[in-house]
């Protein structure tokens, strides 16, 4: 066994020679070096060099890019291909609708009337009694309107303020009648038509004459120029069984205002005399 570097041995006192003193002499021994040795398993053995290759880092990274192409080649083909696939799939011509495919045809429902007067075709007036075109007497409107006939005029402004009047011009009331009946009257304060305001979509109007009792059914009502009544499809269309009745309104300090109110109904009922 080694004898560690510290481990020092002493002497047994010895007498000297030619003294009777005595004294302690310490020796050092000379310690041997350790011996490394080599123990399987051990963190102190020591380590083989390893056997370094005689390809660059570069030309082993640059095989294997190499030897990957082929494969991401195949797998992309595979993926874009089945992609491009499924839109050619779709890219296909729409067959033409035929009449076995074509839904069975609904009836549309019937528009609702527009808020303002037009000379857009009203329904067909059902078959109704005869009554002769004849001078108009009387108007009436349930109990909004009741009011007589003054001279016919020829234009479109009223002849008196309590009294209506027709468009002496165009049709008078009949039915089925020959063109539109314009019938005008004052909205002012008292006047004929002050509550024509009141009408709206389904009232009935009558006219009677001389022959008969024709009843119209308001379809729409609404403010129009009067500087350009005269063309207006409204006015400029013969529409026989129609119904035009024009409002001329007034400011407070008595000028007639630019707007007229417009009521067109249409021929629902007659009955003879």
Not at 120 to 135: G, M
Not at 161 to 187: F, K
Not at 229 to 256: K, N
Request: cysteine-free; glycine content about 8%.
């Amino acid at each position: 066994m080694n004898t560690p570097p510290w481990r020092e041995e002493r002497l047994a006192r010895a007498p000297s020679s030619g003294t009777g003193a005595s004294h302690h002499t310490r020796l050092r021994l000379p310690v041997p070096t350790p011996q490394v040795r080599s123990v399987a398993g051990s963190h102190r053995a020591e380590r083989a060099p390893r056997a370094r290759s005689s390809l660059p880092r570069w030309a082993v990274l640059l095989g294997i890019a190499v030897a990957l192409v082929p494969a991401a080649v195949i797998v992309g083909h595979r993926v874009w291909g089945g992609a491009s696939s499924e839109v050619r799939s779709t890219d296909q011509p729409i067959r033409p609708v035929t009449s076995s495919t074509t839904a069975p045809a609904t009836a549309s429902p019937t528009p609702s009337p527009a808020t303002s007067p037009s000379a857009q075709p009203t329904t067909p007036a059902p078959v109704l009694t005869k009554v002769a075109p004849d001078t108009p007497r009387r108007i009436i409107a349930g109990r909004v309107l009741d009011s007589g006939f003054d001279s016919a005029v020829t234009t479109l402004d009223p002849a008196s303020t309590s009294e209506v009047a027709r468009w002496g011009l165009r049709g008078s009331p009949g039915s089925p009648g020959t063109d539109t009946v314009y019938v005008v009257g004052s909205m002012r304060s008292g006047g004929a038509f002050e509550p024509l305001g009141r009408l709206r979509d389904g009232s009935r109007v009558s006219i009677r004459t001389d022959s008969g009792t024709v009843t119209y059914t308001v379809q729409a009502q609404g403010l129009k120029p009067y500087s350009s009544l005269r063309r207006d499809p409204l006015f400029t269309e013969q529409a026989p069984g129609r119904l035009v009745l024009v409002g001329i309104r007034y400011a407070a300090s008595g000028a007639r205002l630019p707007e007229a109110l417009v009521v067109a109904a249409q021929l629902s009922g007659a009955e003879k005399a």
